[in-house]
């Protein structure tokens, strides 16, 4: 689902400019809230679309807090918040307002606010165990869910800590608890992924097209030729610093 501000904030990630990227996940949440004439928070129907913009609000809050700005990290937590929680309320579909529930967690871990993440975690993790769809694993496919993958798998990219698609999800796939892990490993995990961001003093692209092992580049700071195209970019998966063609 394309969004412009949301190329503008990788690009502004590229350039190592926390500030002009936590603006532009800023407002290309507010455009994924949607102005009320072709889709808002409170259309009917699919809630994906608005979990993007909790996304990119949740990613604008690490932003700010590497550029410093604690106090806008924290309006943007809050703003996620209830938008959140009306979504988690005012959906019927069960798995959908677990996946809310996420966000409710997620907006809180990324402050750093670990002990409020873990119980909001734990909530989505019974809303999980109570609404079990029939195949989690196409459930887990869904875009609302590709939107709550985001962050995470984000702001772990080169930090140690990177977290794959895998990692969120239980072992057995017919199991309840084949969702329900996804709040037990973001309880586990986040808060000490963000916490690797701010000691780092940078936050990657995120992962777009890669291919490895592409003689045509090289990158000028390790030497790799491992690419990652993203945002109309072409950069280092590894440095995420500009490739040319040589
Ligand atoms: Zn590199």
């Known amino acids: 689902m394309g969004n412009p501000h949301r190329e503008t904030a990788v690009r502004a990630l590229v350039e190592k400019d926390w500030q002009a990227a936590a603006d532009a996940f800023t407002l290309a949440a507010h455009r994924d809230f949607g102005n009320g004439e072709e889709w808002s928070t409170l259309s009917p129907g699919s809630r994906e679309r608005p979990a ?26 809050l703003t996620a918040q209830p938008v959140a929680i009306d979504g988690r309320d005012h959906t019927r579909e069960g798995v959908t307002r677990a996946v ?7 907006a809180r871990a990324v402050l750093g606010d670990t002990e409020r993440a873990a119980t909001e975690y734990e909530r989505a993790q ?10 989690p694993v196409t459930a887990a496919s869904q875009p609302v869910f590709t939107a709550a993958n985001r962050l995470i798998l984000h702001a772990s990219r080169n930090t140690g800590l990177d977290v794959r698609w895998d990692d969120l999800h239980g072992e057995d796939p017919q199991s309840g608890e084949y969702l329900a892990h996804r709040a037990a490993f973001k309880r586990r995990q ?3 992924i963000v916490d690797a961001v701010l000691d780092a003093g940078r936050l990657h692209t995120p992962r777009g097209t890669t291919e490895y092992n592409n003689e045509s580049y090289r990158c000028p700071e390790c030497g790799e030729t491992d690419i990652n195209w993203v945002a109309g970019e072409t950069v280092c998966l590894h440095c995420s610093v500009r490739v040319a063609k040589q």
Do not use: I, K, M, W
Not at 100 to 106: C, G, I, L, N, P
Not at 126 to 135: A, C
């Open 52 to 77: 993007f913009g909790l996304a990119s609000l949740c990613q604008a809050a690490l932003c700010y807090r590497l550029a410093g700005h604690e106090d806008r990290a924290r309006l943007r937590s």
């Open 100 to 106: 809310y529930q996420e966000f409710v967690a997620d």
């Open 126 to 135: 019974q809303l999980y165990r109570s609404h079990t769809p029939e195949d």
């Open 190 to 192: 986040l808060p000490r």
